[in-house]
C-alpha cells in the first residue's frame, strides 16, 4: 500500500515538472520573431516577450542587442556668416567680406524602414547645410533632407541603402504610468547608448516649441538622456517605437532625472505626412482654448480641474458651423477621454484637413457631441501641396493667413512669422506674430511664393510687414 502511494505521489512529482517546464519554455523562452540572412536583418527587430530572470527582473539584453542596430549616429554641419562692421575702415575701403565658420552638430536618428528613411528631431538638422549618417556598424551615408516640422520638432532623413534594420511603430497611446521603457541614442557623441526607465508621465506640454500651432504632449520618463539623444529611439519591452527622445530638463544642461519623449501618435502621422505630400497636413477645429485651473471650479460649477475650456470661436470656421460656442468645456474626441490640451492637441494632431472628429463637450453641467469636419490653416478642407503651406526660409518659419485674417488686418497678401531662428530676418528685428506682406516687391500668401522671390533664399533686397502692435515696417537694401 505504501509503495503504491510513493509512486503516485512520484508520478504526480514528474507530470507537475514536465508542465512547468512546458509552460516556461512556452512563455518565457519564445525564440526571436526577426530572421537573419548573413548581416541583413529581413524583418523589423522587434520582439513577442522578454526573458525574466530568476529573481523576477525583466531582462533587457535581447531587445537592446537588436534595437540598437535600427538607431544612427546623425552629424551635421552648418556655415555660418561673421562680420565686423567699422565705419572708418568702410569709408576709405568699401565693405568688409562677411567671415564664415564651420559649426559642427551631432545627434540620433531612427531607421523605420528598410530603404533609408529616419527620423530625427527637427532641432538636430535645423540650419544644416551637410547632414551624414553613421549606422551602428560605422558605415557613413550622406543624408537627404525629405521634410521637416518645426511645431512637433520632427524630421525626415533618406539616404541611399537597402536591407537595413529598422523599428516598427509601437502604440504609444496604450503606454502606462510606470512601464519599462529603454533610450537608444547617441550621447555625447558615443555611440549606441541604451538607459532604462519608467513612464513618469504622459501628456506633458513644456512650452519648449515656439511655433505657433506647436503640438507638444511628451511623455515624460526618468531614461537617462544627455545632448546627443535628441531624435534617438524610446522603445516598449517589445522593441516597439513608442517615441522619439527630443528633450530634457535641466539647470545645468545635464541629465538631472526627468526626460522626454514625443510620442509615436504625433510622430506616425507627421513622418507620413512628411513623406507623401512634402508638408505637414495640419488639422484645426477652430477654437482657442486653455486647460482647466482650480480657479474655474466655483465659476464654472465643477467637481475637478480637467477638461479643456474653449475661450474663443473662430468665424466661419469649423468647430462654430458644428455648433460649438465659447465657454465650452472640450472632455473627448472621438470617444476618448482628454483631459487637458496638450491631449487635445494631439488627439487632433492624428488627423487631417476633412476628416471628421465627434468633439465632446460640456455645456452648462450636460454633456454634447458634435461632428466637427477639420480645416486646414487657410480654413478649408483641402490638402496642402509642397510649397503652398507654410516652412522655413531665412530662418524664419512662415504659416499661411486665412481670407478671414487678411480681412481684418486690411491686407490682400501675406503671412504670419510663426517662429524665428538664426538668420538676416531675426537680425532685422522680426518677431514671432509679424506678417510679411512682400518681398523684394512681390505679394506673398505661400512658401513658394517667398522661394520665386528671393531665388529659393538667395536674394533680399526688400521686405514690407506689419508688427504684432499693428505698426508697418519695410526694409529696403541696397
Known sequence: MNGKRVAGTVAIALFSALAALLIYTSFFE???????????????????????????????????????????????????????????????????????????GFGSGVIISSDGYIITNNHVIE????????????????????????????????????????????????????????????????????????????????????????????????????????????????????????????????????????????VAKVVEDLREYGEVQRAIIGVNIRDITSDDLEELNLDAATGVLVTGITENGAAEDAGMKEGDIIVGVDGRKVSTASELQEAIGKKRPGDKATISVMRKGKNQEFNVTLRNLSGTTEIVKVGEGGGTIFGVNFQPLSDREKSEAGISSGMRVASVGEGRLRDLGIRRGDIVTSINGKEINTLTDIRNATDNGSNLTSIFGIQTNGTEFRYIFR
Open 127 to 266: 540650419g544644416a547645410n551637410e547632414v551624414e549618417v553613421t549606422l551602428n556598424d560605422n558605415r557613413t551615408f550622406p543624408a537627404v533632407v525629405i521634410g521637416r516640422d518645426p511645431s512637433t520638432d520632427i524630421a525626415v532623413l533618406k539616404i541611399d541603402s537597402k536591407g537595413l534594420p529598422w523599428v516598427e511603430y509601437g502604440d504609444s497611446d496604450d503606454l502606462r504610468l510606470g512601464e519599462w521603457v529603454l533610450a537608444i541614442g547617441n550621447p555625447f557623441n558615443l555611440t549606441s547608448s541604451v538607459t532604462a526607465g519608467i513612464v513618469s508621465a504622459k501628456g506633458r506640454s513644456l512650452g519648449l516649441l515656439e511655433d505657433q500651432y506647436r503640438i507638444e504632449s511628451f511623455i515624460q520618463t526618468d531614461a537617462a538622456l544627455n545632448r546627443g539623444n535628441s531624435g534617438g529611439a524610446l522603445v516598449n519591452t517589445r522593441g516597439e517605437l513608442i517615441g522619439i527622445t527630443s528633450a530634457i530638463l535641466s539647470p545645468s544642461g545635464a541629465y538631472a532625472g526627468n526626460s522626454f519623449a514625443i510620442p509615436t501618435s504625433i
Open 30 to 104: 519564445r525564440p526571436l520573431v526577426v530572421e537573419e540572412r548573413g548581416s541583413v536583418m529581413e524583418q523589423p527587430v522587434q520582439f513577442t516577450s522578454n526573458r525574466i530572470m530568476a529573481d523576477g527582473v525583466i531582462d533587457f539584453s535581447p531587445v537592446a542587442e537588436r534595437v540598437v542596430h535600427a538607431v544612427v549616429h546623425v552629424k551635421t554641419k552648418t556655415i555660418r556668416e561673421y562680420s565686423y562692421r567699422n565705419p572708418i575702415f568702410e569709408y576709405f575701403y568699401g565693405e568688409t567680406p562677411g567671415q564664415s565658420q564651420e559649426v559642427p
